[in-house]
């Protein structure tokens, strides 16, 4: 993948191109470094996928416990059963740089699709609970809209056509209905996935996307210095 941030091509989440089954397992956090290799003061969590069936994929509970700041990086998700307190992963006293500061739900724009009437798949339901749960710690929360290019044709022949597009609109319209998250708050975006070197307008949706996490994340640890 291509990293903005270090203008060059990284490999720093691993991403499985074979679709259909899960890749990542475990809680990671990633830090980041600028292209003078100097730590940048945030870190990226990444999880176990939520899955469309309530037996598998990352446990809401788990998902709950890592918005808390419970969960230790290299946590292995376990579909059948939750961490315990007792477990060598589990965290009891976190501080702030433990805690999370945004939740970022990423939902693949190609996928989301019209549900017949009240019909609500299981994974919009578990990211419904963890919402409510990261809407009681007063999380901010944003959705990151990927594979754009393959939910549109037009934006895939031109990237600056997405706010323009009806189809990136209907899909971000479905996503605030589903998930109650308002227009504003969710960003389409598109992944370096083939592309071997840097474009300006995948990197202008990227970076406008974690700019505005980023801002997010320091109101609630202010909000967090103030209580
Ligand atoms: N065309 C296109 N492909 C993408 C985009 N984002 C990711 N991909 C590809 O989709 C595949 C899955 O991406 P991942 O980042 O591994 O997705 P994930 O949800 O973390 O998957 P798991 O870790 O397996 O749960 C990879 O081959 C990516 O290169 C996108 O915006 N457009
Ligand atoms: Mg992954």
Redesign the pocket.
């Known amino acids: 993948?291509y990293s903005p941030i270090k203008g060059r091509m990284v490999q720093a989440?691993?991403?499985?191109?074979?679709?259909g089954?899960?890749?990542?397992?475990e809680f990671r956090t990633i830090k980041l470094r600028d292209k003078d290799g100097k730590i940048l003061p945030f870190v990226i969590s990444?999880i176990?996928?939520l899955e469309d069936a309530e037996a598998a994929?990352a446990r809401t509970d788990d998902l709950v416990l890592a918005l808390e700041g419970h969960l230790k990086d290299g946590y292995s998700f376990n579909p059948e059963g939750s961490l315990q307190k007792e477990d060598a992963f589990y965290n009891s006293c976190p501080t702030l740089n433990d805690k999370v500061h945004c939740l970022v739900s990423?939902l693949?724009?190609?996928k989301i699709g019209v549900m017949n009437g009240d019909q609500v798949h299981t994974v919009i339901q578990k990211l419904r609970e963890i919402r409510l749960k990261a809407t009681a710690l007063k999380i901010p929360q944003v959705i990151l809209m990927?594979?754009?290019?393959?939910a549109c044709p037009e934006v895939n022949k031109d990237l600056k056509m997405i706010y323009r597009s009806k189809k990136i609109k209907e899909k971000m319209l479905l996503c605030e209905n589903k998930l109650g998250v308002p227009m504003n708050f969710i960003y389409p975006?598109?992944?370096?996935?083939?592309e071997g070197e840097l474009s300006n307008d995948v990197d202008t949706l990227l970076l406008y996307a974690l700019k505005n996490i980023l801002q997010f994340a320091n109101d609630h640890v202010e909000y967090h210095m103030d209580n």
């Not at 990927?146 to 393959?150: E, G």
């Not at 975006?189 to 083939?194: D, S």
């Open positions: 993948m989440a691993f991403v499985d191109a074979c679709y089954t899960v890749f990542t397992k990444d176990m996928g994929g990423v693949p724009g190609d990927t594979m754009v290019d393959k975006v598109k992944n370096y996935h083939e």
